[in-house]
């Protein structure tokens, strides 16, 4: 953007400070860049993830069940221009530390009050390439996973991040798949 007095307020394109995602991230913004603003996440999810080396195929990883300190938004939107209600995809999502399971096909916005336990996230069938949005409504991406709550057979195929817990940032992944060292 052309430097103007308000084109601060316009980013686009990846950014210095941008987390790796296992899609094309779009955008990303924190309050550490944009004072006094919410955490944005925005990337595309492919068929085949991609920015993460090793892994091949969504079955191979979901995120962990986890909390976050402030509010999250949940955007999944599909891309069909005839039907834009179908998200072209399946995903699972569970919610609350019963793990109440719901599956997502259609867009949709999904709440998350602070503190309150949520995923795994499963992505069960890409149709066509559909766009994750995430807003942490705090200043920065906060999270603290549970790990306990998942069958041990279970968590070998999970990511699990912890950050802004007055802890130093750590990515969990027993699998071994290679996380960057941005995130995800």
Known sequence: MAKTKYGKYFITGRQPWYMDSPGPTVVEVDGTHMKGSYFYFIHWVLRVP???????????????????????LLMHLGTNPDDPTDLGAEVDLYMGPEMEKHVITKSCV???????????????????????????????????????????????????????????????YTKGVNIPKAGW
């Open 110 to 172: 999904v709440y998350f009050p602070p503190g309150f336990v949520h995923c795994p996230w499963v992505i069960k069938r890409i149709d066509r390439p559909w766009l994750f949005v995430e807003v942490n409504q705090g200043p920065m991406h906060t999270e603290k996973s549970y790990p306990q709550i998942m069958p041990a057979k279970d968590r070998e195929k999970m990511l699990f991040l912890d950050e802004g817990y007055g802890t130093e940032r750590k990515v969990i």
């Open 50 to 72: 991609t920015g993460i080396s090793g892994l091949n195929a969504w079955g191979e990883i979901s995120h962990g069940p986890h909390a976050h300190k402030d509010a999250e």
